[in-house]
């Protein structure tokens, strides 16, 4: 999409970048992505592993997919949406190929592992790290025979917010974030039963508030407490399930720079003031965590 650094695109696509491909360049940046993470594992194992005792894993993020109909189209479509966010990278991961579904779709524009990389990026990892935020409703897109082709489009599947005009969740300050927690449970039992039953830490799970309140009304901030009252439940549910969650890290203990939204959203636990000398306050959240750790 060319919306982040080097804001590379193709021609027909909105944001004025100065060169690319968006229907080749996505699938050939992961394929390397790959690759380079893989070796830099295999290095860690056989140089450093056996005296550091650590573990080495790879963090992802995924956005849960929920059918906006019960139709047969639909759910394939969620499925498809899953592959091309998800399974782009945890197939390889597990299993050494790109999903059946990417594969079909994409065609020769899908870089292909030698025999000899699909061992190197099969099992490159001793634990998983999950970024969970939100999920969309998806709808299949039939296929046309169009010249603008891109990994957006590329699935037949349209994610969306609503459903008959309603929300899939509660809103948050994040103008497209919703809250789904039942979608945090789903995605781990997923991960669990696709990708042979990873270790996982929780690397990001938050909600986001505008930057347009007062420092009053930021600091009870009660919509973050419910955020991860029913997130952390859900994820309790999950664990229950047998999924191997071995840690949760709340997004995030401080108000932060947020990627291109830049100091506009906040996501902390801790509110940052940043017109007077970055100083800080707990807000209701940070209280609420520190009485549930408690308990």
């Known amino acids: 999409m060319g919306i982040f650094a080097p804001g590379r695109c193709s021609p027909w696509l909105p944001n004025r970048c100065l060169g690319g491909n968006s229907a080749t360049e996505p699938y050939i ?5 790959l690759l380079s993470h893989a070796v830099a594992v295999k290095l860690y194992k056989e140089k450093y592993q056996a005296f550091q005792k650590g573990q080495i894993g790879i963090t992802l993020v995924c956005f849960w997919m929920v059918p906006l109909s019960n139709t047969a189209a639909d759910k394939a479509a969620a499925q498809r949406a899953i592959d091309f966010m998800y399974g782009w990278f945890m197939h390889p991961l597990t299993y050494g190929h790109y999903p059946e579904s990417m594969i079909k779709l994409v065609g020769k524009r899908l870089p292909k592992f030698t025999p000899e990389q699909a061992t190197l990026v099969k099992g490159s990892f001793d634990f998983l790290g ?3 935020y939100i999920a969309n409703y998806v709808y299949n897109v039939p ?3 169009s010249a603008n082709i891109s990994y957006t489009n590329d699935p037949h599947a349209h994610q969306t917010i609503k459903r008959n005009g309603k929300p899939i969740g509660r809103p ?14 789903e995605l781990l039992v997923y991960t669990k039963e696709n990708y042979n039953d990873p270790i996982i830490y929780i690397t990001e799970n938050g909600m986001g508030d505008g930057n347009n309140m007062t420092l009053e009304e930021a600091i009870k901030d009660t919509q973050r407490v419910y955020f991860y009252r029913c997130h952390l439940l859900s994820l309790k549910d999950a664990i229950e399930a047998g999924v191997k969650v071995k840690g949760h890290f709340s997004w995030s203990f401080l108000d932060n720079f947020e990627w291109s939204s830049g100091y506009t959203q906040k996501f902390g636990i801790t509110y940052v003031d940043y ?9 209701r959240s940070a209280f609420w965590f520190k009485k549930f750790l408690h308990k």
């Open 143 to 145: 296929s046309r025979n």
């Open 172 to 185: 948050t300050g994040v103008p497209t974030f919703f809250m789904y927690p039942k979608g945090f449970k």
């Open 275 to 283: 017109k007077n000398g970055l100083k800080r306050y707990p807000k």
């Open 130 to 132: 999950l970024n969970y």
């Open 29 to 33: 940046v992961t394929h390397n992505l």
